[in-house]
């Protein structure tokens, strides 16, 4: 337990902010440079990273098998970053607190680009995936330092849990935050390819959608202690319909709850037993399902020797200019279809995604039935097959 502080003094208030920072630290000083840092000190950070992803996300856990080697770093601290981020809303009691703990990562972010990463575990691994990059591709790669700063923009957008608007306003938080984190981990292979982004980007949304609904019963319902979206620690969640519950809010977009009729206050009186509510669901997974689907053709399109069917709407946004960046695997040529199967391992969230909302219309889109919040057996057999085929 913190100590309390009556004092109204300068120094007291900085200890006060300084409190809610996160502690994961080593013990050399803040501010070294990467180059300072031990071999023991990445390997401990490293281990920190894994172990991050066993415990909150098993899905990103298991399909690190799929990331060549020489990648796997960038891979652990990319989706170690995005749990500590993902993580602050479920922390704080207030956005002003979250606000201080993001601004902390923003920081941290600024010194790991400018070789000198503070002591935190996520950005000591970072530091050594950038340097590994640049080593790899000549000086010539380097993952987009914006892509980091974006994701904590829009997860600081959302710290209260506001309402979506619009589906299309989810969509946009998904591809700011999920397809996002796939673009990094493009970058960091390296391979630079508008085709693999443009895949990447319909399954990000498709992972992002389905992050918020899988998120809903916990945000209706808060309990004591909140978990990240792909955690297995909040499958025994239940809903007694006749306890005293607090209230907290609903992630659903608000067009598609006007569409359907349903009101927030349905779900807080009825929970479950809502009656339009497997209809808002229904209309959300299915805007989730046409995005990977949608990814299947374009991949199904570019091995036929065909174009994507589609503009890729982000093209002419920043980090997507790939023409005159050829990695030298690639012989200088453009060889689309060899191009995604080098990318298909940063392909494979697809699969976690498909599993579940597969899983969510077997129980009729019950989005409080308990199966959706237990881990998939089936995820690593079916990972393994899908990696060997090249599809998902």
């Known amino acids: 337990m913190r100590s309390r502080c009556t004092s109204t003094t300068r120094s007291c208030r900085l200890k006060w902010i300084h409190s809610f920072l996160p502690r994961r630290r080593f013990s050399s000083a803040v501010g070294t440079s990467s180059s300072t840092k031990t071999a023991q000190d990445v390997d401990r950070a490293r281990a920190y990273c894994v172990d991050l992803l066993k415990k909150y996300d098993s899905p990103s856990y298991i399909h690190q098998t799929f990331i060549p080697g020489s990648t796997r770093d960038a891979y652990l601290a990319i989706r170690a970053f995005n749990i500590s981020i993902a993580s602050v809303a479920d922390s704080v009691s207030n956005a002003a607190v979250g606000a201080?703990?993001?601004?902390?990562?923003?920081?941290?972010?600024?010194?790991?680009?400018?070789?000198?990463?503070?002591?935190?575990?996520?950005?000591?691994?970072?530091?050594?995936?950038?340097?590994?990059?640049?080593?790899?591709?000549?000086?010539?790669?380097?993952?987009?330092?914006?892509?980091?700063?974006?994701?904590?923009?829009?997860?600081?957008?959302?710290?209260?849990?506001?309402?979506?608007?619009?589906?299309?306003?989810?969509?946009?938080?998904?591809?700011?935050?999920?397809?996002?984190?796939?673009?990094?981990?493009?970058?960091?292979?390296?391979?630079?390819?508008?085709?693999?982004?443009?895949?990447?980007?319909?399954?990000g949304k498709a992972n992002g959608i389905v992050a918020v609904l899988r998120g809903l019963p916990v945000l209706a319902f808060p309990t004591t202690q909140r978990h990240h979206s792909n955690s297995t620690a909040a499958a025994d969640f239940k809903i007694d319909p006749h306890a005293a519950r607090p209230q907290g809010t609903v992630p659903l977009p608000l067009d598609i709850m006007a569409e359907v009729g349903l009101r927030?206050?349905?779900?807080?009186?009825?929970?479950?037993?809502?009656?339009?509510?497997?209809?808002?669901?229904f209309a959300v997974a299915t805007r989730a399902s046409d995005h990977l689907i949608t990814a299947r053709e374009i991949l199904k399109r570019i091995r036929a020797g065909q174009d994507a069917g589609h503009e890729y709407e982000h093209v002419n946004e920043e980090g997507h200019d790939h023409d005159h960046r050829r990695h030298p695997s690639?012989?200088?040529?453009?060889?689309?279809?060899?191009?995604?199967?080098?990318?298909?391992?940063?392909?494979?969230?697809?699969?976690?995604?498909?599993?579940?909302?597969?899983?969510?219309?077997?129980?009729?889109?019950?989005?409080?039935?308990?199966?959706?919040?237990?881990?998939?057996?089936?995820?690593?057999?079916?990972?393994?097959?899908?990696?060997?085929?090249?599809?998902?």
């Open 100 to 203: 201080i703990r993001l601004q902390f990562w923003r920081d941290a972010i600024s010194k790991t680009y400018q070789g000198a990463p503070p002591n935190e575990p996520v950005m000591i691994l970072l530091a050594h995936a950038l340097n590994n990059i640049k080593t790899r591709s000549g000086g010539t790669s380097l993952m987009n330092q914006s892509w980091f700063l974006r994701i904590i923009t829009a997860r600081e957008q959302y710290l209260n849990n506001p309402p979506y608007p619009t589906l299309a306003a989810l969509e946009s938080y998904a591809e700011s935050t999920y397809s996002t984190l796939l673009y990094l981990t493009l970058s960091a292979l390296p391979l630079h390819s508008v085709t693999a982004d443009h895949i990447a980007s319909h399954i």
């Open 264 to 281: 927030e206050e349905d779900i807080f009186r009825e929970g479950p037993a809502a009656e339009k509510l497997p209809d808002a669901v």
């Open 330 to 392: 690639d012989g200088g040529g453009i060889n689309q279809s060899l191009e995604l199967d080098r990318a298909f391992g940063v392909f494979m969230p697809a699969v976690a995604t498909g599993l579940w909302l597969h899983r969510l219309e077997r129980v009729n889109f019950d989005i409080f039935h308990p199966s959706l919040r237990r881990r998939d057996w089936r995820l690593p057999w079916r990972s393994f097959r899908a990696f060997q085929k090249r599809q998902f």
